[in-house]
């Protein structure tokens, strides 16, 4: 098991065949800077390629997931040249997201506290996630005069709906974990001292599963809602059709013929 570097905006632990990715600026409820966003892209890019890596739990430290962009940071940057002060949805935030939703192992967010703006729309951007039962989760973009970024007009659309997504962004009302599994984003509540242990626990279920599967699987609902039926039926069949070559596949069958857990290696 490797461990964290103490002062990093970004800390990632390797246990066995999951790593945590922690956000780690406690003390700003581990709001994006430019020093974060850089280190949390290149953590994602580094556990993405590693092959012994086979599921991500993407968390936070203290008190917080995530608060989303730094603000005193961003101010600077208007002040200094408002022009380019928004290059960063495109040069950090953008890649973090299609990090988490298109890298090929499934991703765990442990939501164990406040979770706004970019901060909700990473955690949507992962496969799955555990809420602390007091988190406190919101859009937070109008309450400064901006939009959506980092894909949020996107996933909360289709996690709620677009009526509800309507009104969450427009209003930009906190909502509770409780409030937000009722309203369709997936996710399983616990008290907030049991999301690492929940995560951890449902990373390495994952870790320990039919890893190959779960890529393509990834990849077919990504990208779902582009296409029409006859498109969505070729892609499932050409993704079957691969599946179907690994040994992971052929070992599951001799399994369950044999009436025995399967040991899945990812290939």
Not at 81 to 101: G, K, N, Q, W
Not at 241 to 247: D, H, I, Q, S, V
Request: proline share 4%; charged share 25%; aromatic share 4%.
């Amino acid at each position: 098991m490797s461990g964290p570097v103490d002062g990093a905006p970004v800390v990632v632990e390797r246990d066995g065949g999951v790593a945590v990715v922690t956000l780690s600026r406690p003390e700003r409820r581990n709001a994006l800077d430019a020093k974060t966003k850089v280190a949390l892209r290149g953590a994602l890019e580094d556990v993405a390629a590693d092959g012994a890596i086979r599921a991500v739990l993407l968390t936070g430290a203290g008190g917080a997931f995530c608060a989303g962009q730094d603000l005193a940071e961003h101010a600077a940057a208007l002040r200094e040249d408002p022009a380019h002060a928004f290059d960063t949805v495109e040069e950090d935030y953008a890649p973090v997201v299609r990090l988490l939703a298109t890298m090929g192992k499934p991703v765990v967010a442990g939501v164990n506290g406040t979770c706004v703006g970019a901060g909700l729309a990473l955690a949507l951007a992962c496969d799955l996630r555990v809420l602390a039962e007091d988190a406190v989760l919101g859009t937070a973009f109008s309450a400064i005069g901006l939009t959506c970024d980092s894909g949020l007009s996107a996933t909360l659309t289709r996690s709620v709906g677009e009526s509800r997504a309507r009104e969450l962004v427009l209003l930009a009302e906190p909502f509770s974990a409780q409030q937000a599994v009722e309203w369709g984003i997936s996710g399983r509540v616990v008290p907030r001292d049991e999301v690492g242990t929940a995560g951890r626990a449902l990373a390495a279920r994952l870790a320990s599963g039919p890893t190959a599967a779960y890529a393509e699987s990834k990849r077919l609902i990504g990208e779902a809602w582009g296409r029409d039926l006859g498109a969505t039926l070729a892609a499932e069949a050409r993704a079957q059709e691969r599946l179907g070559l690994t040994k992971d596949h052929a070992g599951a069958v001799e399994a369950f013929l044999a009436k025995r857990k399967p040991a899945f290696e990812g290939h």
